[in-house]
T-cell receptor, first 111, second 115 residues
């Protein structure tokens, strides 16, 4: 069945450091790929998405590219801020919009 | 625009008791989802409704969990009787049409502790 594997946390970085959170997936067909973010005390919200191979999703300085050849959707940001501290979830969705999530990666950015 | 509303925010019960959670999706959203998020894990889909019909309930423990979506709007998720392993955050989400690439809007969740 479909599944998502993402790197375990916590990831601790200093402000302005480069961020990569790895995500790989297993799926039949051509799923859509997502990154959702959960800020402290808030609900999950969509950060970015990509719906086909080689698409790049971007938002708030974050980027992720849909790589079908490596079945990956790694999240990157060139310069993190303290306000980026949150839990990040990689997810995929098939035709029925059933979202399957990874286990989440806690990011802590220190000033 | 109002978001997905859930209540209660927190609930503490003893094992074998029953509990119910309520969700009001975003107005006009046809698809409603209930997810269970156990501490340290990603959310797991329990049930998906399209209007008031069930699309997917393959991971709903039907011996103790039930859900309904009357009139295709609000939804209630019930657990009876609760077990210790049901301690989790229960998330409700909605989307416009239920297509594979759609954005889901999540509520803040109900945190359940079963003692």
């Amino acid at each position: 069945g479909n599944s998502v594997t993402q790197m375990e946390g916590p990831v601790t970085l200093s402000e302005e450091a480069f961020l990569t959170i790895n995500c790989t997936y297993t799926a039949t067909g051509y799923p859509s790929l997502f990154w959702y973010v959960q800020y402290p005390g808030e609900g999950l919200q969509l950060l970015l998405k990509a719906t086909k191979a080689d698409d790049k999703g971007s938002n708030k300085g974050f980027e992720a590219t849909y790589r079908k050849e490596t079945t990956s959707f790694h999240l990157e940001k060139g310069s993190v801020q303290v306000s980026d501290s949150a839990v990040y979830f990689c997810a995929l969705s098939g035709a029925t919009n059933k979202l399957i999530f990874g286990t989440g990666t806690l990011l802590a950015v220190q000033p | 625009e109002a978001g997905v509303a859930q209540s209660p925010r927190y609930k503490i019960i003893e094992k074998r008791q029953s509990v119910a959670f309520w969700c009001n999706p975003i107005s006009g959203h046809a698809t409603l989802y209930w997810y269970q998020q156990i501490l340290g894990q990603g959310p797991k889909l329990l049930i998906q409704f399209q209007n008031n019909g069930v699309v997917d309930d393959s991971q709903l423990p039907k011996d103790r969990f039930s859900a309904e979506r009357l009139k295709g709007v609000d939804s209630t998720l019930k657990i009876q009787p609760a077990k210790l392993e049901d301690s989790a955050v229960y998330l409700c989400a909605s989307s416009l049409g239920g297509q594979g690439s759609e954005k889901l809007f999540f509520g803040s969740g109900t945190q359940l502790s079963v003692l």
